[in-house]
C-alpha cells in the first residue's frame, strides 16, 4: 500500500517511477481529499503513462475534487473537458496551418490512436484519402513539424490532448 492506497502492479510501479504516490497522491491525503485505485489506472492507461500528462490530469482532478470528497472515475471526463477547452484556441490554430491533405491524415491518424498499414489501399479507402504517395508526403511533413512520432512501425499524434481534441471534433 502507498499512502493506505491498494494499486494494480501497472498502477503501483508508475507511481513509484515518478514518485506519485508520496507527491501527488500525497497532496490529495494531506487536504482531505481521496483517489480510487481505478481513477488512478484509468488516468495512467489514458496517457500509455506519459508522466506530464499524468500529472496534469491529476492536478485538474484535486482541483474538482472537494475536501472530504472521493476523486473516482467519474470526473476523468469533466477534468479532461476542462483541460482540453483551456487548449481549444492553441489546437485550432495550430490545425488550421497545417495544409489540407495532412490535416486529413492527422484525423486518420487521431482516430486510430496507433496506426499502422497508414499507405495500405485499406487504410486510404477508408478514410478517403488520395493515394499511398500523397500521404506518405504528408507522414514526412508531419513528422518533420513533430506533429507525429513513429514506433513499431506505428503512428500516433505527438500530442495527446490534441489527439483527443481531435478525435473529438473530426
Known amino acids: 500500500p502507498v499512502l493506505g492506497y491498494t494499486f494494480s502492479r501497472a498502477s503501483r510501479t508508475a ?3 515518478w514518485g506519485l504516490g508520496t507527491i ?3 497532496l490529495f491525503e494531506e487536504n482531505g481529499k481521496k483517489v480510487t485505485d481505478q481513477l488512478v489506472e484509468n488516468v495512467y492507461t489514458l496517457f500509455d503513462g506519459h508522466t506530464w500528462y499524468v500529472q496534469l490530469m491529476l492536478n485538474e482532478l484535486f482541483i474538482l475534487t472537494d475536501k472530504k470528497g472521493i476523486c473516482d472515475v467519474p470526473m476523468i471526463n469533466l477534468a ?3 483541460i482540453i477547452a483551456t487548449q ?3 489546437f485550432q490554430e495550430i490545425f ?3 495544409p489540407e491533405k495532412q490535416k486529413e491524415i492527422m484525423i486518420a491518424i487521431a482516430k486510430e490512436q496507433k496506426a499502422k498499414g497508414v499507405t495500405s489501399a485499406a487504410f486510404i479507402k477508408k478514410y478517403r484519402l488520395t493515394s499511398a504517395s500523397s500521404v506518405q508526403s504528408g507522414l514526412k511533413g508531419l ?3 513533430d506533429m507525429l512520432t513513429q514506433e513499431s512501425g506505428g503512428y500516433q499524434v505527438y500530442d495527446r490532448l ?3 481534441w481531435l478525435r473529438r471534433n473530426y
Request: aromatic content about 10%; glycine content about 4%; cysteine-free.
Open 96 to 98: 488550421s496551418r497545417l
Open 24 to 26: 501527488l497522491l500525497g
Open 162 to 164: 490534441f489527439n483527443i
Open 143 to 145: 513528422l518533420e513539424k
Open 15 to 17: 507511481m513509484v517511477l
Open 80 to 82: 479532461l473537458n476542462n
Open 88 to 90: 481549444d484556441f492553441t
